[in-house]
């Protein structure tokens, strides 16, 4: 099968105008049986169409505003027809969080250049919140005194591509650029993408539960030249 993908998949950067095109094709489809998504949404099995679409306009803003803050990394795969099928996404940490007081107003902008100026209606917002503080919390318990790693904030593929090496093809070319600039790995991964990111070298540390399954705490030790 990978031998297929140098010609059936092209991988490329992300511009700003691709956001509706990961949101409606990658992004939402993809997330669907995440705990995250689930918690945000508890409504998930239920929701009628003008909800759907609502909750995929949310993230196609959050998105264009990520795309435009350029402060993580993004790259697409995109088949053929040059539709995206695939996405991810990395931000850079190079010092600590426990060093990083005196940055303090820069990360609070870091955090805000995602956000949507608005939220769905079938937002559980307090699920949400409490979520998002738990996986803080476990992210600053493995990372408090570390330097230089690469955490992963999204890694997506449409259901119709999974299993054909597309998650694969993304995670080696960040995986090169985390070695050659040794980077250690982290990520707090839903269930589907524990198994993706254990060939690539992540170690389980922790673990955060959910009403609707768990999170992984996984790191990857630096592996690069350094
Ligand atoms: C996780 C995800 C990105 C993997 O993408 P993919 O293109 O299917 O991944 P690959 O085809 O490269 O498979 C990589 C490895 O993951 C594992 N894997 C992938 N899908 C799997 C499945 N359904 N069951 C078991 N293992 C699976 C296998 O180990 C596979 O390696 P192998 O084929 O050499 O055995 C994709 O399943 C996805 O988008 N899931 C929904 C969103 C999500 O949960 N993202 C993770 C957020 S942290």
Known sequence: MNSMLQT?????????SDAQDIGHHVEVPAMQNGPLYRTMFPQFNTLIEAQREQITRWYIEMLE??????????LKVCSVNGTPVGFCGWTVIEQSYDRQQTGEPRKKEREKARKASWLPDTLDIDGWVALS????????RVLKDLDNICRLTFMAVHP??????????MMQRICKETDQQGRCGYVLAA????????????????????????ITSMFRPSQGPC
């Open 8 to 16: 059936d998949f092209k991988l490329s950067d992300v511009e700003i």
């Open 133 to 140: 503080n738990d996986l803080k919390a476990e992210r600053y």
């Open 65 to 74: 505003n990520a795309f435009q803050a350029r402060e993580e990394r993004f």
């Open 191 to 214: 269930p589907e993408g524990v198994p993706l990111y254990s060939k690539f070298g992540f170690e389980i540390v922790g673990h955060v539960e959910t009403t609707h399954g768990t």
């Open 160 to 169: 119709k591509y999974q299993r054909q090496g597309i998650g694969s093809m």
